[in-house]
């Protein structure tokens, strides 16, 4: 036994009593034999003691650094797993957490003296007194595990907990390494030992405590003092009185069968007066206090801590679509990890605090606006996404459904509980038609390709075009897209009025000129994704000849689209879709995963010659007053300050969409049946939708000053003509005249 070497108190002798009382006893004579050679042992330990103080410092003093030497990375810098949390924008405001273990460090300046006084009086009354590992403790409990025939005391320090409580939980261990650090082997526990008495050496007293108490399990799922506190008394650990301090305190020791809300609440109080009586016995309280705080009934607020996105904070379960948006985009991030799985620990695992993007006022706007629509039980939806412009954070994602994994009655597929994404897409969701929203990015690539807002075109009511078609919809061979209300649509329009009254042959027109794929690529450059397979297909392949494309027929989502315009309020800066403000560590390092990922994709007067015509839509005056009828205008008095967007219906009004921006905002939402895409929603709730919109938009610009779109260049607007005379109502319209066959033709084409 020569390997080992003498620690703080006799350590070398504290190792062969640690080996001793985990030693079964068989027989009176073989406890007999035990006792005796306690005794031995103690003695020689204290002879041990007795050295001169210089030359027992040597020995100390070496084993520690020998000891130090050895120790794992995870007792160097803890690395233990913790909670954590995600909070909306204002820091504050809790949306859910994420563990695999519910814990969260504290300072020891957070925690409650009585806390702290009763958890050394219940596990350890020598602690500020001995090195790492009580000799005196260990034959203490040596000799009461003789006399019992058990082990009813395990003689192991606080330090010597902490050093087991380390290793058995460390993240970066293997399952077999932390199982290997609770097995009772005597390697095992002399290796405890100096790891103990090497942590005495550079660690305060006051910081092992509070390790300790930051790793501890307390039962009930809670590891770490914060974790219980929040879990049986609904509190802060600064908060604990007395009483509570003490029933926690007397966890640790059995947390299964003291805990008094999974256990026996009978042995907690038990428990609980033991451990007062030992905070007499330590002088951290009078007689008369631990009998007061005995005498207190077993007052539990009992607190179920949330984890993940089907726990969000109750009453809010429209913050797990969010939510589940935030963990994709985490499981994207190399700044967590290098896989997917890491990334996933490091959420679980990591005690990360993450500032998300979420507003929740305008969180709230929206689903109120969503349900107001549609109900929880209805089969359609109206997923709303809104985003700042210049940022690209998601301030809300809201739809009329419960984010819950909760089976739904009758067999409905995804109402009124889903987790897909209805909002954001991805899975199985592709997205839905947005119609004539579309339109904006046949105006920016013909804007680019050096068209100015006042070229001009006397729309027809039907418009031959040079894509073969046959059947209905189809002139002489070719497509004819048609105008749903000629009477208000047809006649000689610029961009601002063909966009104002949504004019199909003259964006038709203006894509030819331009041609289709310089249209599509500019759809992807803003960010539009093509989710569906045969979207993909026919934007990869034959854009080109995509005739259909700018009146709204492939697929997209709320937030690609609400990005996309809000890419044109930016004046031509495309930010990638961002749902935190701020991530930091559990050290309190900030990630820097949180700053705006951004790149200019439009030239400054495009993108403000775009917005100039956005005007019309809403109600509002573009900067040379060629509006003069809109499709949307009581956005106008909704929002009651600058404002542009577009409205968009799908062939036999399937979807009614529309999207609206200001400089600090830009919202979007689509009704339609995510589960049935040939279920008509109908012309009837555009107005709905318009209206649902514009209260979001106004709700997110509360408190914040009024801000001016700036006026394109004269040379981007051309030579306008004079305005015919206003017609600010628009009828129900169709957005495109496209049969139903001859649109499943085109998409089929991709």
Same mark, same amino acid.
């Given at each position: 036994?020569?390997?080992?070497?003498?620690?703080?108190?006799?350590?070398?002798?504290?190792?062969?009593?640690?080996?001793?009382?985990?030693?079964?006893?068989?027989?009176?004579?073989?406890?007999?034999?035990?006792?005796?050679?306690?005794?031995?042992?103690?003695?020689?330990?204290?002879?041990? %003691?007795?050295?001169?103080?210089?030359?027992?410092?040597?020995?100390?003093?070496?084993? #520690?650094?020998?000891?130090?030497?050895?120790?794992?990375?995870?007792?160097?810098?803890?690395?233990?797993? /913790?909670?954590?949390?995600?909070?909306?924008?204002?820091?504050?405001?809790?949306?859910?957490?994420?563990?695999?273990?519910?814990?969260?460090?504290?300072?020891?300046?957070?925690?409650?003296?009585?806390?702290?006084?009763?958890?050394?009086?219940?596990?350890?009354?020598?602690?500020?007194?001995?090195?790492?590992?009580?000799?005196?403790?260990?034959?203490?409990?040596?000799?009461?595990?003789?006399?019992?025939?058990?082990?009813? /005391?395990?003689?192991?320090?606080?330090?010597?907990?902490?050093?087991?409580?380390?290793?058995?939980?460390?993240?970066?261990?293997?399952?077999?390494?932390?199982?290997?650090?609770?097995?009772?082997?005597?390697?095992?526990?002399?290796?405890?030992?100096?790891?103990?008495?090497?942590?005495?050496?550079?660690?305060? +007293?006051?910081?092992?405590?509070?390790?300790?108490?930051?790793?501890?399990?307390?039962?009930?799922?809670?590891?770490?003092?914060?974790?219980?506190?929040?879990?049986?008394?609904?509190?802060?650990?600064?908060?604990?009185?007395?009483?509570?301090?003490?029933?926690?305190?007397?966890?640790?020791?059995?947390?299964?069968?003291?805990?008094?809300?999974?256990?026996?609440?009978?042995?907690?109080?038990?428990?609980?007066?033991?451990?007062?009586?030992?905070?007499?016995?330590?002088?951290?309280?009078?007689?008369?206090? =631990?009998?007061?705080?005995?005498?207190? +009934?077993?007052?539990?607020?009992?607190?179920?801590?949330? @984890?993940?996105?089907?726990?969000?904070?109750?009453?809010?379960?429209?913050?797990?679509?969010?939510?589940?948006?935030?963990?994709?985009?985490?499981?994207?991030?190399?700044?967590?990890?290098?896989? !997917?799985?890491?990334?996933?620990? %490091?959420? $679980?695992?990591?005690?990360?605090?993450?500032?998300?993007?979420?507003?929740?006022?305008?969180?709230?706007?929206?689903?109120?606006?969503?349900?107001? *629509?549609?109900?929880?039980?209805?089969?359609?939806?109206?997923?709303?996404?809104?985003?700042?412009?210049?940022?690209? $954070?998601?301030?809300?994602?809201?739809?009329?459904?419960?984010?819950?994994?909760?089976?739904?009655?009758?067999?409905?597929?995804?109402?009124? @509980?889903?987790? &897909?994404?209805?909002?954001?897409?991805?899975?199985?969701?592709?997205?839905?038609?947005?119609?004539?929203?579309?339109?904006?990015?046949?105006?920016?690539?013909?804007?680019?390709?050096?068209?100015?807002?006042?070229?001009?075109?006397?729309?027809?009511?039907?418009?031959?075009?040079?894509?073969?078609?046959?059947?209905?919809?189809?002139?002489?061979?070719?497509?004819?897209?048609? &105008?749903?209300?000629?009477?208000?649509?047809?006649?000689?329009?610029?961009?601002?009025?063909?966009?104002?009254?949504?004019? @199909?042959?003259?964006?038709?027109?203006? #894509?030819?000129?331009?041609?289709?794929?310089? *249209?599509?690529?500019?759809?992807?450059?803003?960010?539009?994704?093509?989710?569906?397979?045969?979207? =993909?297909?026919?934007? +990869?392949?034959?854009?080109?000849?995509?005739?259909?494309?700018?009146?709204?027929?492939? =697929?997209?989502?709320?937030?690609?689209?609400?990005?996309?315009?809000?890419? !044109?309020?930016?004046?031509?800066?495309?930010?990638?879709?961002?749902?935190?403000?701020?991530?930091?560590?559990?050290?309190?390092?900030?990630?820097?995963?949180?700053?705006?990922?951004?790149?200019?994709?439009?030239?400054?007067?495009?993108?403000? %010659?775009?917005?100039?015509?956005?005007?019309?839509?809403?109600?509002?005056?573009?900067?040379?007053?060629?509006?003069?009828?809109?499709?949307?205008?009581?956005?106008?008095?909704? !929002?009651?300050?600058?404002?542009?967007?577009?409205?968009?219906?799908?062939?036999?009004?399937?979807?009614?969409?529309?999207?609206?921006?200001?400089?600090?905002? %830009? !919202?979007?939402?689509?009704?339609?049946?995510?589960?049935?895409?040939?279920?008509?929603?109908?012309?009837?709730?555009?107005?709905?939708?318009?209206?649902?919109?514009?209260?979001?938009?106004?709700?997110?610009?509360?408190?914040?000053?009024?801000?001016?779109?700036?006026?394109?260049?004269?040379?981007?607007?051309?030579?306008?003509?004079?305005?015919?005379?206003?017609?600010?109502?628009?009828?129900? /319209?169709?957005?495109?005249?496209?049969?139903?066959?001859?649109?499943?033709?085109?998409?089929?084409?991709?």
């Amino acid at each position: 036994m020569s390997c080992l070497t003498i620690g703080s108190r006799g350590g070398r002798i504290a190792a062969f009593v640690a080996i001793l009382g985990s030693m079964p006893t068989r027989s009176p004579l073989s406890r007999l034999f035990t006792v005796l050679l306690a005794g031995l042992l103690a003695g020689l330990a204290l002879a041990v %003691a007795a050295l001169p103080g210089n030359l027992l410092a040597g020995f100390t003093a070496k084993a #520690a650094i020998g000891a130090y030497a050895e120790l794992p990375g995870a007792l160097r810098t803890p690395a233990t797993p /913790q909670r954590s949390y995600l909070y909306a924008n204002d820091g504050k405001t809790l949306i859910t957490t994420f563990y695999d273990v519910n814990r969260t460090d504290v300072p020891l300046a957070e925690i409650a003296p009585v806390m702290r006084q009763a958890i050394v009086a219940a596990e350890d009354r020598r602690f500020y007194s001995h090195g790492g590992a009580d000799l005196r403790g260990i034959v203490r409990a040596l000799v009461a595990n003789v006399k019992g025939g058990g082990t009813a /005391q395990g003689g192991s320090t606080l330090t010597m907990q902490y050093v087991r409580n380390v290793l058995k939980t460390d993240p970066t261990r293997t399952a077999e390494e932390r199982q290997a650090a609770t097995q009772q082997t005597v390697g095992r526990k002399i290796q405890e030992i100096r790891y103990a008495n090497a942590l005495e050496k550079i660690l305060s +007293k006051d910081e092992i405590l509070n390790r300790y108490l930051n790793i501890a399990y307390f039962g009930s799922g809670a590891y770490g003092i914060a974790a219980a506190s929040q879990r049986y008394f609904g509190k802060q650990p600064a908060d604990l009185t007395l009483g509570e301090a003490a029933l926690l305190a007397g966890l640790v020791q059995s947390p299964d069968e003291y805990g008094p809300v999974d256990g026996d609440k009978n042995k907690a109080l038990a428990r609980r007066g033991y451990v007062l009586d030992s905070m007499v016995g330590t002088g951290a309280i009078t007689a008369a206090q =631990a009998q007061a705080a005995q005498a207190e +009934k077993l007052d539990l607020h009992p607190t179920p801590q949330p @984890n993940g996105c089907t726990a969000v904070t109750q009453g809010h379960d429209d913050w797990g679509y969010f939510c589940d948006y935030l963990r994709q985009w985490w499981l994207a991030q190399p700044a967590f990890g290098a896989t !997917v799985d890491q990334r996933e620990q %490091a959420l $679980r695992r990591g005690g990360y605090s993450v500032v998300t993007s979420l507003d929740p006022q305008v969180q709230a706007t929206a689903q109120q606006q969503a349900t107001a *629509v549609y109900g929880y039980d209805n089969k359609r939806a109206l997923p709303i996404a809104a985003i700042e412009p210049g940022t690209g $954070r998601v301030q809300a994602m809201a739809v009329n459904r419960h984010y819950s994994l909760d089976k739904n009655p009758n067999g409905q597929a995804n109402y009124p @509980n889903t987790v &897909n994404p209805l909002i954001s897409g991805g899975d199985s969701v592709a997205g839905y038609q947005a119609g004539s929203t579309f339109k904006l990015f046949t105006m920016l690539a013909a804007l680019e390709s050096g068209k100015t807002l006042s070229t001009g075109f006397d729309a027809p009511s039907k418009l031959p075009t040079r894509y073969a078609a046959q059947g209905d919809g189809s002139c002489n061979g070719t497509w004819c897209p048609a &105008n749903a209300n000629p009477q208000w649509m047809d006649g000689y329009r610029m961009m601002w009025d063909g966009y104002g009254r949504s004019v @199909n042959t003259y964006f038709v027109w203006l #894509a030819e000129q331009v041609g289709e794929e310089k *249209v599509v690529e500019m759809a992807q450059r803003l960010g539009i994704k093509f989710r569906a397979a045969s979207d =993909a297909a026919f934007a +990869k392949d034959d854009a080109a000849n995509w005739g259909a494309f700018t009146l709204g027929v492939a =697929a997209t989502t709320p937030l690609d689209l609400a990005n996309a315009y809000a890419t !044109v309020a930016a004046e031509g800066t495309y930010c990638t879709p961002l749902p935190v403000v701020s991530v930091t560590a559990a050290n309190g390092d900030k990630v820097p995963v949180g700053e705006p990922s951004c790149k200019k994709v439009l030239d400054t007067d495009v993108a403000r %010659a775009a917005t100039d015509a956005a005007r019309c839509p809403v109600g509002q005056q573009s900067a040379y007053g060629q509006c003069n009828g809109g499709t949307a205008t009581a956005v106008d008095r909704i !929002v009651g300050r600058p404002v542009a967007g577009k409205t968009g219906s799908s062939e036999k009004n399937a979807t009614e969409t529309f999207v609206g921006f200001t400089p600090q905002v %830009a !919202v979007a939402g689509i009704a339609a049946n995510p589960d049935d895409p040939g279920d008509s929603v109908g012309s009837a709730v555009q107005a709905k939708v318009i209206d649902a919109v514009a209260r979001v938009i106004a709700t997110a610009g509360d408190g914040q000053p009024t801000k001016d779109f700036t006026a394109p260049s004269k040379e981007l607007a051309g030579e306008p003509r004079r305005p015919a005379d206003p017609q600010p109502v628009a009828p129900q /319209q169709r957005n495109h005249g496209l049969p139903s066959d001859l649109l499943r033709w085109l998409n089929r084409r991709g």
